[in-house]
């Protein structure tokens, strides 16, 4: 008697608890609100890549182009000012942007379901109150999400995408190798900040392809230029710094689990996220004058930085548990620092 199927039967239900839900579709939905909930993230993910697809369209466009060399040489008059914020008109959203935000979602989607697999026995250990470990949410549901991920993101830009598709194999093949520790696992485990360096270039790698869609969508397909690489770094540094951020902790917070204050040292590991934020605001600051936003834009980003040397000093001065607030203060910055500019973007070019 072939005992192979009930064998398989026995393993899988050594998976399973008596809480283990017994639908897919509730294990994902509960993977979902813990670590992905995607009615935060779809609206997120949707205005942060419009702002930018936007944002590069607009510099793009003739419009712009023409007002911006008269601004320049003539000074800024109200009439030449009207014909620069008439650029928002020349907009468009064609299949590419579409592609663009599709894969924006699903890159973020698929890069949790990656971090959770990798360290999937680890974080059963170190957080046992999660829906994984109480076996609420199974591996292979995780596996599953991970590869619909893939397989729409694949479909998708080879329907929608085909303009920037060699850019969008560059970024997945670098999404896999990360998923694989660069086939170097033991290594990067036992060294962080290596880890930090070859797996942080990642985002910036997602969001120089969603700037490329940015730049094919419309007639024509622009090259990719200085403004462009100062928005990669606009969108992209602020989730290094946020990397950084949580993984700081005083000496009294310090446990087994490996951070980079206890790595590279706390006044370090606390500097890094602080200029990093300090030199998006700077570059946002630069973008705002190229797109002539007003006066009220450059306050607010005065007031976002002032906000960041706060907090950071404060912790660099008095390393306490109750100083270390840098997580919830990067998540504030990024998000101020991005609704500052599309607020205005919208506003002044009169897209709604």
Known sequence: MDFT????????NQLRSAETPKYFLQRAWIYSKEMFPVFVYIPYVVALYFCMNIVIQILNTSNFQLAQSACWGEGSTDEMLNTLYAAGSQVVIDSTAIAGVVTAFFMMLMMRTFDDLKDFELDAQLFPH???ARKLVLKRDIQAISLTSFITLVTVNLIWGQQTLSVFVLMMTYALLTFKWFFAEKFHREHIFFTMLDHQPLPYVINFFLIHTAL????????????HFILLLIVSMPITAWEVSRKIRSADMETEYETFSMVIGRKPATIIPMLFFLVVGGL???VGSILHFSQWYFIIDLLIMALVLFFYLRFLIKPLKENNVLTSV???VT??????????TLVHYAIF
């Open 330 to 332: 990067s998540l504030f």
């Open 284 to 286: 946002n600051m630069h």
């Open 216 to 227: 094919a969508s419309g007639a024509q397909y622009e090259s990719f230029q200085t403004i």
């Open 5 to 12: 199927f009930f064998k398989f039967l026995y393993f899988m």
């Open 130 to 132: 999660r829906s994984t």
């Open 335 to 344: 998000t101020t620092f991005f609704l500052n500019l599309l607020i205005n």
